[in-house]
């Protein structure tokens, strides 16, 4: 049973995808908390993976891990970024999930000789889901986004079963249509058709809008507004403008202007509960991100950058965004230059050019191409003294560089693309090595959070101690953090690399694991590497500790150079 007046939003997409189905929801939940509400978001996949975790992230971005170690869809990212909560495993699904449940269920007998059919028993282990998901959330509002488009064949299940919540409680359900509306270029002038027949084949599946969001290059006029009101049978409030804007974060304040807040409460039958102010903290902060009058140039070093004629920055969301709230909060616009670590293996490009940068970001990634160059990077910014954040990959890396370079092992390398080197500094954990034998690739690397102790007068220590991090009495710092790899720092050389002069500032408590790497202050500005994702758990209203740390120490470099050419 759903408690007594929770409400649903379904946000479906009409026309075509990749509309900014994640931001609409997202923005709407931004709004519904600035009224009092508690919203919980939920984000469907109609594809048949169990979990995003063997997903190219350059055919389908980012794939973004929860505490509990869920590799889920980069929507869930805009959520707990947008809404400032760490959601959970029941607020992403997929169809493989959601039959691999009920087959299972099937063939333990669970549905006791009955004949299990796509209606009801999967529309129905939807639904419970959605519920459970709102019960552990306490939630007022729990707004589901269905992903895909209309039309497609994949989602129609989880429409009926929200169609079917719609027809039990009228009052309590609302559907949200987030459509794209194009300007031809031989026409100048936007057109609402696509979207009128978008609407028409949800109808054709029993489902009405309550509200369409009009996505497009520039606003809806009222005109226009008033056709797609007429042929889609919705007052004219209920179509909301949502033109391109230059930042996602606006996206909130925007559909205030169209009073979405308002449309939503009274087509749900509700009242404002309290007005506490979030949407002014959001307003700083969307100031701030304009405002910046310092600026910073930060090369990211990688792969999966490149589909085609793409760079797809899709892949790694999360650091973007990380990186930029950091900047943000430092009073600086930052840009981003991505550079294809191949590049430089090539000789396309000269390591060189990263004089020209005031910090370099390698972040996560997995196997063979573009490892060299990636090294010949980190090689150029430990001697050039210029500020370095790895992650992951980009941590495993820099300890082999460090090794190579520093300790003279030539053949220090990772047991991912080299097994047969003689110095495998980053060594497959044993668990690891079974499953791999086994070829069980999904959801079995180390993932999710997990708790690492940092020590005193690193890096590492003091960033999260200006973040508010709490020192114990023994002066160490306790930190959680998500993870997603499958090697890690070989303990047998950890004493060796240390002794070199590599410090290891954060180590899981038993003291095995090693999760930070860093260069000591009288060596390098600014080299740290971690082995776990701080990127996952950056948030607008609260930048990561340790991309702020990247970021200071980029001004700081900065600034000396430029008074040194004063
Ligand atoms: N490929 C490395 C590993 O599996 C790093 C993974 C990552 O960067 N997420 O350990």
Request: with cysteine.
């Amino acid at each position: 049973m759903k408690k007594k007046n929770h409400k649903y939003i379904f946000v479906v997409g009409g026309v075509m995808s990749g509309v900014g189905k994640g931001i609409a929801s997202s923005s709407m939940g931004k709004i519904l908390q600035s009224k009092g509400f508690k919203v919980n978001p939920i984000k469907v996949d109609p594809y048949l993976n169990v979990d995003a975790g063997n997903m190219n992230p350059t055919e389908h971005g980012e794939v973004f891990v929860l505490d509990s170690g869920l590799e889920t869809d980069q929507d869930l990212g805009n959520y707990e970024r947008f809404l400032e909560m760490s959601l959970s495993p029941d607020d992403y699904m997929t169809s493989g999930m959601i039959y691999k449940h009920v087959i299972e269920k099937e063939r333990s007998l669970g549905f006791r000789g009955k004949c299990v059919e796509a209606i009801p028993h999967i529309t129905e282990e939807i639904i419970r889901r959605w519920k459970k998901a709102a019960d552990n959330h306490e939630s007022d509002v729990s707004l589901i986004e269905i992903g895909g488009t209309i039309g497609d064949y994949q989602n129609i299940l989880f429409i009926e079963a929200a169609r079917t919540l719609k027809i039990k409680y009228p009052q309590d359900v609302m559907f949200v249509m987030v459509s794209y509306l194009p300007v031809p270029g031989s026409l100048g002038e936007m057109k609402t058709r696509p979207t009128q027949n978008a609407v028409r084949q949800l109808n054709s599946y029993g489902v009405q809008p309550d509200m369409i969001i009009a996505r497009g290059v520039q606003s809806l006029d009222l005109r226009r507004k008033e056709k797609i009101a007429m042929a889609c049978a919705l007052p004219v409030e209920n179509i909301i403008s949502a033109p391109d804007i230059k930042s996602v974060y606006d996206v909130p304040l925007n559909f205030e202007k169209d009073k979405i807040g308002s449309v939503i409460l009274k087509t749900l039958h509700m009242r404002t509960k309290s007005h506490n102010g979030e949407l002014e903290e959001w307003k700083k902060f969307v100031q701030k991100s304009q405002n910046g009058k310092k600026e910073l140039e930060v090369a990211v070093v990688g792969k999966y950058f490149d589909t085609g004629d793409f760079v797809l920055s899709d892949a790694y969301v999360s650091v973007i965004e990380a990186i930029k709230f950091s900047s943000y909060w430092a009073g600086a616009q930052i840009k981003l230059t991505w550079i294809n670590s191949k590049e430089y293996e090539t000789g396309g490009r000269k390591v060189s050019e990263l004089k020209n940068y005031d910090g370099v970001i390698v972040p996560g990634g997995f196997g063979e191409s573009g490892i060299e160059g990636v090294l010949m990077a980190i090689e150029y910014v430990r001697k050039n003294k210029i500020p370095y954040l790895g992650l992951c990959y980009g941590m495993q890396l820099a300890v082999i560089e460090f090794c190579r370079n520093v300790l003279g092992w030539a053949d220090a390398h990772t047991t991912e693309v080299n097994p047969k080197s003689s110095r495998l500094v980053i060594d497959i954990m044993p668990e690891q090595k079974k499953l791999l034998e086994e070829n069980k690739y999904g959801a079995t690397m180390r993932l999710g959070a997990y708790p690492a102790v940092l020590k005193k007068g690193t890096h590492a220590f003091n960033a999260y101690l200006s973040a508010e991090a709490l020192a114990k009495e023994d002066g160490t710092l306790n930190i959680s953090e998500r993870h997603r790899h499958r090697y890690e720092v070989n303990p047998e050389y950890i004493a060796e690399i240390e002794k070199g002069g590599m410090i290891f500032s954060g180590t899981s408590p038993d003291n095995r694991l090693m999760e930070i790497a860093e260069l000591p202050k009288s060596v390098h500005p600014f080299l740290l590497g971690t082995q776990f994702h701080p990127e996952f758990k950056a948030r607008p209203l609260h930048p990561h500790p340790l991309f702020s740390a990247f970021v200071e120490a980029c001004l700081d470099e900065k600034k000396k150079k430029a008074t040194l050419f004063d």
